[in-house]
């Protein structure tokens, strides 16, 4: 079982938070851009709820290849340990040096606090590089 809302909300990030910002002002196409995640699952999700000319594949599928803009997507699988599969560093690592110019992690901060791998990250990253939104800022998100 995967997260229906964190799946879409890769796209929606990249149409709403970003707009047209990514193509027509910072020049991104959709083929220089990737979408990630952990689990295969959500990928398949995500792969049906983006433009096509947009890369999703899971992080060990990205293992040597990098793109331009790289959004990662950190939903958790329903009933699973929060951090059971990013609790290995080297995951995190393929994850995150995938991006040659911009890159966007999605996800919940205060879940994913509890994973080491991250808490390391958080602490390495400095304020200006972090946007935290409540849920209230998020407004009403489409229903899949």
């Known amino acids: 079982m995967v997260n229906d809302v964190m799946a879409c909300f890769p796209f929606l990030s990249l149409s709403n938070f970003l707009g047209s910002c990514i193509q027509k002002q910072c020049g991104v196409k959709y083929e220089d851009m990737g979408v ?23 992080i060990d599928q990205y293992q ?12 958790k699988q329903s009933g699973r340990n929060n951090g059971d599969i990013w609790c290995d560093h080297r995951r995190l690592t393929v994850a995150v ?25 958080f602490k390495s990253l400095d304020e200006v ?16």
């Not at 040597?64 to 939903?75: E, F, N, P, W, Y």
Request: net charge positive.
């Open 36 to 58: 990630m995640s952990a689990y295969r699952a959500q990928v398949k999700l995500l792969a049906m709820k983006i433009p096509t000319q947009v890369e999703v594949n899971t």
């Open 64 to 75: 040597g290849r990098d793109k331009d803009l790289v959004i990662i997507s950190t939903a």
């Open 97 to 121: 040096t995938r991006a040659k110019k911009k890159l966007i992690m999605l996800g919940n901060a205060k879940h994913l606090q509890d994973v080491p791998p991250f808490a390391k990250l």
């Open 129 to 144: 590089h972090v946007i935290h939104l409540e849920s209230s800022q998020l407004g009403d998100l489409p229903s899949i």
